[in-house]
């Protein structure tokens, strides 16, 4: 079945290191996103791709880093500038026409 | 860039239809009006989208005013199950930024 695929669904890593989330989507669609989502709160926009080789900040972009070499996937790298990172992060893709946007299931990474 | 505003929080009665407003004053001429709800910690579920007409499917029916400044989702027959987060989002004119806001936290009470 097609679908995105997030991975690891959950996680936990020290204060410091840098963690990669892997987001990875068999729909050939060409936009994907990355947001968070804080205990009781929206979903903010990290990261948004277009087109494979490029990509845009969103609202909260500072510590947070992607890479679009391949159409299917769409890693997130949390960095140890992220000053708070502890979230549920979720992927999405979105293709034309249809106006439809898919999400995975999301990961939660907790910092200790 | 097209901002929407909604309601932080909303209370339906079950069997009785929500009606959940959100305002885009901003919007373009191109720009979709989406809605998505959240239950828990999974991820968003779509459940419309229109540009002008008001719309309908087997989940809800999405009312947009002439000016499209703001829209209604309704659920006609709101259930205990359709207790979520519902975002109203837009579409940003030729690119595909998507942003959610706080959403209307809808709480279906028996």
């Known amino acids: 079945d097609g679908g995105i695929t997030q991975s690891p669904k959950y996680l936990f890593r020290k204060e410091g290191q840098n963690v990669t989330l892997s987001c990875e989507q068999n729909?050939?669609?060409?936009?994907m996103y990355w947001y968070r989502q804080d205990p009781g709160q929206g979903l903010r926009l990290i990261y948004y791709?277009?087109?494979?080789?490029?990509?845009q900040k969103g609202d909260i972009a500072e510590g947070y880093s992607v890479s679009r070499e391949k159409k299917e996937s769409f890693p997130l790298t949390v960095t140890s500038a992220q000053k708070n990172p502890t979230a549920f992060y979720l992927c999405?893709?979105?293709?034309?026409?249809?106006?439809?946007?898919?999400f995975g299931e999301g990961s939660w990474l907790t910092v200790v | 860039d097209a901002k929407t505003t909604q309601p932080t929080s909303m209370d339906c009665a079950e069997g009785r239809a929500a009606n959940l407003p959100c305002n885009h004053s901003?919007?373009?001429?191109?720009?979709?009006v989406y809605w998505y709800r959240q239950i828990h910690s999974q991820g968003p579920q779509y459940i419309i989208h229109?540009?002008?007409n008001n719309e309908t499917n087997e989940m809800a029916s999405l009312i947009i005013t002439e000016d499209r400044k703001s829209s209604t989702l309704i659920l006609p027959h709101a259930t205990l199950r359709d207790t979520a987060v519902y975002y109203c989002?837009?579409?940003?004119?030729?690119?595909?930024?998507?942003?959610f806001g706080a959403g209307t936290r809808l709480t279906v009470k028996p």
């Open positions: 999405a893709s979105y293709r034309e026409p249809g106006n439809t946007i898919y």
């Open positions: 729909l050939n669609h060409d936009a």
């Open positions: 791709s277009q087109i494979v080789n490029d990509f």
């Open positions: 901003t919007i373009s001429g191109n720009e979709y």
């Open positions: 229109g540009l002008k």
């Open positions: 989002i837009v579409r940003l004119y030729n690119n595909n930024d998507m942003r």
